[in-house]
């Protein structure tokens, strides 16, 4: 048996065919592949533009709407370095400018220590600052970071507090100051009521104690009564619905009701009021405004004065002014008089039933209906007290 013939054109002609095949195949998978892969990266490559895009969108709204916020609102770097502040932040700290520190711009340290807190530990944090901008101020603090790409930022939001504090203040001035104010008739009543408990007490001084307890109990009735009437307006504040009061009729009554009392004082009363005068005022707040300054007249005018009431249509406004010619507020207490219990003369004023809120009252009511009230005044010579308010059609 011979070996089997090996045809080796025909082994070399496999080899070319497969190697053909194989060169075939090849090309026509680099046909498919090639594009397939340059499309992909096209893709992709579009895709992080369309995210860039689309970053630059979101950063930039929210850049707008940081601007827009209507409190200061700050934007800082993981370092704790400012990128933008909005215009309410430039109007109340000119002085900021990017990059700087918040240590730098504020000066304050639990500010700066609560931004590095929140950016360390990536958590929010809130507390109150008082920083200095056209007076020490207080402000609500309030730090979110956040993470960006592989880094962080804050937003710092910076509210400010003090009126808040300021009101808060006022209040609780305002306990303090009624506390003692009820305080000092009741303490006086007491010491009268024990001194009256005394079996051998003679009557006429008996009867001097029954009546300065007397006093001392319209005291505290005037006092409850001025409290009770400023804190109605304080709670309901804006024009009493459908009020409406004539000024004039107002301060012809009161003048009326006064003579007597103003004979007592030495005082002489006048009035010059000519047609109505009308107002938004109720008329009780009309009667409250004129009693008040004409009382105020009688109590410290002295004897011999004379008190003129007036009462005016001045274009479109009605003016009520109360003139003495008695002795007058030192320079030094003109500007406090309309402070909630501020009195000249203190002892003077206790004694005659004054209870330090009247002329604050009078206030309250003129400028919550848009008016003022104003007073001049020169020691010896006399004090006016004007009250403007708008007129009200007949
Ligand atoms: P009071 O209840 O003490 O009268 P007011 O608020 O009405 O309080 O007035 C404040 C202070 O202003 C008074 O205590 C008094 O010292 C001073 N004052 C007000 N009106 C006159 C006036 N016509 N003449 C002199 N002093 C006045």
Sequence with gaps: ????????????????????????GLV???????????????????RAERAEAELAVAE???????????????RVREDGRLIEANAVALERFPFLVPDMTILEAFSEHRLAGGVDRALADLSRQGFEVRLFADGRRTYRASVAPYEVGEGREALIFLTDQSEAVAYQELRSQFVANVSHELRTPLTG????????????????????????????????????????????????????????????????????DLWRVAEDHGV??????????????SDRMAATIVRNLVENAVKYAGPGATATTRVRRDGDGVVL????????????????????????DPSRSKRLGG????LSIVKHIAERFGGRA?????????????????????
């Design 321 to 344: 002014t109360v003139a003495d010619d008695g002795a007058g507020i030192p320079e030094r207490h003109l500007m406090h008089v309309f402070e909630r219990f501020y009195r000249a």
């Design 189 to 256: 009543l007491r010491g009268l009521l024990e001194a009256l408990d005394d079996p051998a007490m003679d009557p006429a001084t008996r009867r001097d104690f029954v009546a300065r307890a007397t006093s001392e109990t319209q005291r505290l009735e005037a006092l409850i009564t001025d409290i009770l009437f400023l804190s109605e307006l304080e709670t309901a504040p804006g024009r009493p619905s459908g009020s409406r009061s004539d000024l004039a009729q107002a301060a012809s009554a009161t003048v009326a």
């Design 1 to 24: 048996m011979g070996r089997p013939e090996v045809c080796e054109t025909c082994g070399v002609v496999v080899v070319l065919v497969l190697l053909a095949v194989a060169v075939v």
């Design 268 to 281: 002489r009363l006048e009035l010059d009021a000519d047609g109505p005068a009308w107002t938004p005022l």
């Design 28 to 46: 026509a998978a680099g046909l498919v592949v090639v594009p397939r892969a340059q499309a992909e990266a096209a893709a992709a490559r579009a």
């Design 374 to 394: 104003e007073a001049s005044s020169r020691e010896g010579f006399g004090t006016t007290v004007t009250v403007t308010l708008p007129e009200e059609d007949a």
């Design 355 to 358: 209870t330090g809120l009247g």
């Design 60 to 74: 930039q709204r929210g850049s707008q709407a940081l601007r827009d916020l209507p409190f200061v609102a700050l």
